[in-house]
């Protein structure tokens, strides 16, 4: 299955929702990310949750990633997409381990 990624609202209401097609190559990269970094933080067999303190400093890290496939560039372009998304709405991503 994989890692599904939650969109939330200020009040954890769901904005969106991204799963299928990136959630079995986000879990391998999560799961692969170096100690320290905050991909490596979300957890692959439970949930995570970045409020948009965290999510900025995530977009930071995500700009400096260079994906090795087609597969690990759609993760890292909806992950930047899903936090702008989170930090409009003054919100959370919320990732969803399985």
Known sequence: ???SIVVQNQIHDQVDIYYERVAPTLSKMALAAPSGTM???IHAYADTMFNSF???LFLVEL???TPQDEHE???VDTLQRAAEDAIRHNGYLWFSGD
Do not use: P, R, W
């Open 1 to 3: 299955m994989g890692i």
């Open 39 to 41: 991909l490596g933080e």
């Open 54 to 56: 965290q999510l900025n």
């Open 63 to 65: 700009a400096t990633m």
């Open 73 to 75: 560039k759609e993760v």
